[in-house]
């Protein structure tokens, strides 16, 4: 198609390719040959314009990718003084708005360049497809070779925009043109895109407050925008969506459309976040090509294609992620997991609830390999990122993105199997990196307990071997002082253990053990002294007076006492305590040493200064001998 002349008027020539390209010819003059003037000098230099569309009419923001775009990637004022290709990589989330910065870029700055060249860079046929129709507007023969030759020896200043450089299988450098001539600019979600960089690279990630606001208001076509009520609900929004640009171009669309007000639209989300992440707004062109959901499951489906079990791995990975907090996911999880599973006997419903990577792993040595790779892979499709700590996130709409396209039956499969995974990671031991790790688990606890109305305790179907699982949270709960909460869980968990174990199973008394200690620190001294007394009871009945739990549970009985004021109560207790371990254990041993040291601290309190004063110098000798005279054991006496 081209433009009919006008009489008297200068006018270009344009034609519109099969492909909705639009390439600019030449101008000409069409002036009324009767007139007699020269046909005058281009005002254009621009001679071939090769994108896709437009950008869009209401692109807002960006201002710092676009700075560096201008200082990085125009041509140089001086000819022939550029010494290397210029090529600048620009990486992020599917949605986060790569293309459109390249499309506003080639629009901004078109008579700059003598030729702007758009190819499609999602796969090697697409890169050729584009690569041969460039062949077939600038009349050259049609193989990609002579392509590059033709943009290599140009003298001219051309870019070369390669867009959705997607695929971490694909070697993009394959098909720049050679030489140091010409700007490339490459968008892509694989973040190992950037070594291709020249002269630099930029993760294009969240937009800022006011960005995404002016984005969303201008997109719902809101007259009153300085409205301080208007721009509170529009924040709201935009923190909802995670700052992403496309996420917030559709809830503009869904606002324009009279589907909710701006300030009703988290309440719809809420309901309705599947619907209307992926739905398409009919108007708006190119600018709504993809939805959010959409844009993602090309990844998706593409890690889905991949022949080897990394791919697989990736997957079950981000689908286990989505049922964690989406931020600060650590491999110490599964590292801790892994040791759970292989270290100690496990029920046969909480093997088959595991990560296949972690269950054909040796039991003398963990491989941290398909860990990583998988990671590699999710990076590579920037479906999460991964800090300078090791630590990894998600973006909020990935994470939600990711149960959504789940089955029922699949999200219940994967809650189980995300729920069992962190209480496995909860290992009961006591060094100053295990508190560490049990505090950096309570957002993934929080997080994961959440999705269930009834908790951990959706589990019970299952079977009675939940009550474990119960148990890790409540341990976790009560170590960062989260008391009550913890308290709630170990009274349902005794609950469930005298109904199904028995008053004096060793897993009822040591719930009832935890549940006591809960009670004690919440000031409710007589109902954890009384459970204590039962645990003591039983334990002496069923185990013996001198097993290692019947002498813990009178150890802390005898704090009970002393809390309550029965203070010879407790010394008693406490000297049987020591005679029984010196007779077991031995005068040595650090439970000895340990108690020997508390039974002082009582001493001194009753007035009893002199016996205390020897039993301190017998901790101190012995820890001097065992443990060396610099061990802090040893120092605090």
């Known amino acids: 198609m081209s433009s009919a002349p006008t009489q008297g008027h200068t006018a270009a020539r344009f034609e519109v390719t099969e492909q909705g390209r639009v390439h600019i010819g030449d101008i000409h003059n069409h002036a009324d040959p009767t007139v007699g003037s020269k046909t005058p000098p281009s005002r254009f230099r621009n001679k071939y314009f090769e994108v896709p569309r437009n950008p869009s009419s209401i692109f807002t923001g960006r201002e710092e990718i676009g700075e560096q775009l201008r200082s990085r990637c125009l041509p140089s004022s001086k000819p022939n003084t550029q010494q290397q290709q210029k090529r600048f990589v620009i990486h992020g989330l599917g949605g986060s708005g790569k293309t459109q910065i390249c499309l506003k870029f080639a629009e901004d700055h078109r008579e700059e360049f003598w030729g702007i060249f758009w190819l499609d860079a999602s796969s090697v046929e697409t890169l050729e497809r584009g690569y041969l129709q460039v062949a077939e507007v600038c009349g050259l023969d049609a193989r990609v070779s002579v392509v590059q030759r033709w943009l290599s020896n140009a003298s001219e200043p051309w870019a070369l925009i390669l867009d959705n450089a ?38 294009l990630g969240a937009m800022a407050t006011d960005e995404a606001v002016t984005l969303l208001l201008e997109t719902a076509e809101i007259d009153n925008r300085y409205d301080e009520s208007t721009r509170t609900a529009a924040k709201a929004v935009v923190r909802t969506l995670g700052h992403l640009a496309l996420a917030i171009s559709q809830a503009g669309a869904v606002i324009r459309q009279n589907y909710c007000k701006i300030e009703e639209y988290c309440a719809l989300y809420s309901s309705r976040r599947r619907e209307l992440l992926s739905q398409r707004a009919i108007q708006g062109g190119e600018d709504y090509r993809y939805t959010v959901y959409t844009t993602w499951e090309v990844s998706r489906q593409t890690i889905e ?158 079977g009675d071997e939940f009550q474990e699982t119960a148990s890790a949270f409540a341990f976790v709960y009560r170590e960062v002082g989260r008391i009550q909460k913890a308290l709630e869980l170990e009274e349902r968990v005794v609950e469930a253990r005298r109904r199904t174990l028995g008053e004096e199973h060793r897993d009822t008394l040591r719930s009832i053990h935890n549940l006591a200690i809960g009670y004690s620190e919440t000031g409710r001294q007589q109902e954890a002294l009384e459970l204590r007394e039962r645990v003591v009871e039983a334990r002496r009945r069923t185990l013996g007076e001198e097993h290692p739990d019947t002498l813990g549970s009178i150890h802390n009985l005898a704090l009970s006492y002393s809390k309550a004021g029965r203070r010879q109560e407790a010394l008693q207790l406490r000297e049987r305590v020591i005679d029984s371990q010196r007779r077991t254990l031995g005068e040595e041993h650090p439970n000895t040493i340990s108690s020997i040291h508390n039974l002082a601290l009582i001493y001194a309190t009753v007035g009893r200064r002199q016996e205390a004063l020897q039993l301190m110098k017998q901790v101190v000798e012995v820890r001097k001998r065992i443990l060396g005279e610099e061990h802090p054991d040893t120092l605090i006496q």
């Open 305 to 462: 294609k991949m022949s080897s079990e990394d791919g697989q791995n990736a997957l079950a990975l981000l689908r286990m992620f989505s049922f964690f907090h989406y931020e600060s996911i650590s491999e110490e999880i599964f590292y801790y997991t892994w040791r759970s599973l292989h270290k100690q006997r496990q029920p046969g419903w909480i093997i088959s609830h595991q990560l296949k990577m972690l269950l054909c792993q040796s039991d003398q040595e963990y491989n941290v390999y398909p860990f990583r790779a998988a990671i590699s892979i999710l990076r590579a499709f920037s479906l999460i990122h991964r800090d300078k700590n090791d630590l990894i996130s998600i973006h909020p709409l990935v994470h939600s993105w990711t149960r959504d396209q789940m089955s029922a039956s699949e999200e219940d499969m994967m809650w189980r199997q995300a729920t069992t995974t962190i209480a496995l990671s909860i290992l009961w031991t006591f060094k100053t990196t295990d508190f560490q790790f049990r505090r950096s688990m309570m957002p993934h606890i929080d997080a994961c307990l959440g999705l269930r109305e009834d908790g951990v305790f959706s589990l019970q179907s299952i």
């Open 166 to 203: 997607d695929d971490p299988c694909l070697d993009i450098s394959a098909y720049f043109p050679v030489g140091n001539r010409g700007v490339v600019l490459i968008t892509t979600r694989n973040p190992e895109c950037k070594l291709y960089s020249t002269v630099g690279s930029y993760e």
